[in-house]
């Protein structure tokens, strides 16, 4: 269904054909129609359409790179696109726009617009003062509830909602109480919407808490709306739940990627350039390389051993990815513990005693499994170890038991020394892990062999 | 703050003291508190509370266990608050109970929850019918707004939402129209309902509906609720933006404890049993184990080269990580962008002409890197690699460049082959990649060293 409505029609098409089919689409459709085409057809076909019916395509967040299109369009338009979005919207694509573009468009700004973006602005991205919007409705404590729903009915198509409503002290813009339409629809009209029945404490957020706390507590308190407060506790925004989703969607995104163990990509695939993928990618990619190259001097280290015992190097791409994916295991459910808050940073002991013997059942587990093969593969004559196979598929099997449980244990504690370090515990990937497993896991196996086979193999 | 909220007073407390202590907090908070409390101490503290309080606490998809604790209690209360609860966490609960209580417990519903309890439980988990509401707002088209406005005050408190209001033949119950409680107090009070302007085709899901693409609609197009209609038009139920949230976090949970290469846990990690965790870990461990030991036997078929040239086997878990870690960024990258619906299952080839040239520029920076590394700890003394160390060099970066590029190709088409075989492409777990990489890599290995150093060291 989807793919069928953004269909455009059949070229050549002119751009008023393609306005009036983007009028006919839900609006979120008409968007990924507008995306798909160049932008200086965008702009055309910008230009072709009612005012309004582009006011509407600029607010919508899918809208994947609204800041290169409106620094195409003529003046009249674009200041009507940027007078008719939404405050959140406007300073979203303001952040987008290079200085000199900044500066020309802002000047299409009414003054007190001017004055709003510029305050918007200084807030950090992927706060809430980043992301919130400064059309809510905010209504004095003395008001009438009947007075308050025919001012709601007069406003609402300036206000991003009107199901969140902020009772506010006029003089001093004090955040008093939030009440939902529904309380007010509720109400007695002749009472004042400050007598309404107040509830706890409301829960606010400050300008710079972090997008993510944001969305935590909306989708804990199951919340349409949070309003943003400064200490002073004047309210100066409110985050809506719809904004929200999109973060919450761009984190699982962004943390996604960088547990595949690459920088998060701020756009989606097709749309990156070849060499905007390649540094994304190049960095960490070299970074666990060098890394990596430890494993070259740890082999290097126990050159004599191998020399003697070839036989052993046959396990060590096995027994290596063994430690790698035990570890990988844990460090995905660390780091989704944490975000979640399921486990805080002084829980690491509680972790860290779970997870020694989980990695000692599952290392005895794969243990287990290679003793077998090993011997299997002797017994039936599918390969010859020697004379002392009984003793390598037990440094397999010991091998084997104390990579996984350093894997296990080394996976679960990253995340958590990452975040004691005030990094982002996402930080730590599968491949990070791996790389931190490998060099280790390869002293483990040459340590136990050392210990199995002195005098006979070693 | 959150911590503080939610601590009890100082043992030891009768369970009245806490009871009154949940009362005081927000229901989030009091879910989490009851939470932190063995079974038996929580039916004790239910029992001292006001049923009102313990059928919120209920409605909370936080409470963990909410179906090992009803089974504890005793019939009244148990009948109260299943009786009280919204219907959908109600199927939730009624789900997870053995079948004996299940019956049991369904027999202190009255006979149209009854009714109702076991229609939802027909549809299955995971999908739009099983985690919608019957509780929403339907009023017939021929309805006054002013009447509708009236109707909605006196049922507010039994509906989980009024903003979402559905216009619904009342002889068939065919879906006609959702229309918003902003529509409704915009509109002229003498008008119908029904005469309130007619938006586009409502967007609507089925029954049987996946709930990634609830969410999928529900984020497009900002919508606070999606109606559930059967094939007829009929309107079974709607879903709320507060359950989609919650399936957000969730399958972000459980895709990155898939991409870790686990099967997911269905509960938070502090919560699942020692047994239930290995289980969770083995299966996958165990697979990718067995998978991986083609590469014992890939080496043992290249033993003879190996003997030769031991040096060759210093550079192996380099190399092979290095192919895992490409793969695992192709990886994570595609199955991102096919959840998001960037890209379709027919996009596999545009994919594939660009993850190969990706390949070879990524492989060729880290080729050249491992260039660097061999000559410079030759010509510093660090190491002697041979009078051949410059074709060992050679072989080193070559081979990088074969395996990162199969890396990334293999890496990112795994999730369209997944998706093609009706898989989720989420099963494509970065050890999975890694394993899947590794065999290929040592072939690649060798193959390339056996071409540059025949007739030198092999």
Redesign the interface.
Known sequence: M??KVTNLPPDPVDPATIAKHLGAL?V?DAVDALDALDHPTAVAVLKAMPSALAVQLFDEA?LVHPHKIVELLPDALAGAILHGISADRRVEIFRKLKAPDRQRLSKLLSPEDQTALAQLLTYQDHTAGGMMTTEFLSLPPDLRVGEA?RH??EV?NEKET??SIYIVDPATRRLIQPIS??DL??AEPSATIGSIERH?EP?VVLPNTDREEVSAL?????L?AIPVVEASGKIVGIVT??D???V??EE??E???R????ES?DA???EIS?LG??KK??G???A???S??L??SA??HY?AE??RA?VL??????I???G???G??????????LA?????LK?WW??AS?EL??GI??GS??GV??FA?ITIWQMAGL?DYGEHWTLIAATVGCALVGI?TFGSLAGSMLPFLLKRLGFDPATA???FV??LV?VTG?IIYFSIAYQILRGTLL
């Open positions: 989807d793919e839900r979120a899918g729903l709601i009915r609402a009107i199901y339409l529904r629809i509720l706890r829960i909306i989708s804990k308190y199951d349409l739940v719809d929200v989703i999109d919450m969607v699982a995104t943390d996604a990627q547990f595949g163990g690459m990509l989606p695939y097709m070849f993928m390649i990618r190049a960490w990619l070299c666990l390389f060098l990596e190259m494993t070259a082999m290097q050159e191998l020399e070839v190097t046959l396990f060590i791409p096995l290596m990815s063994s790698g994916n035990s990988s295991q844990a460090t995905s459910l660390i780091i989704r513990a979640l808050g399921e486990v805080k829980d509680r972790i779970r013997p989980s059942v599952l587990i794969l499994i290679g093969r390969y996984v990937s599968a491949p791996a790389t490998d390869l």
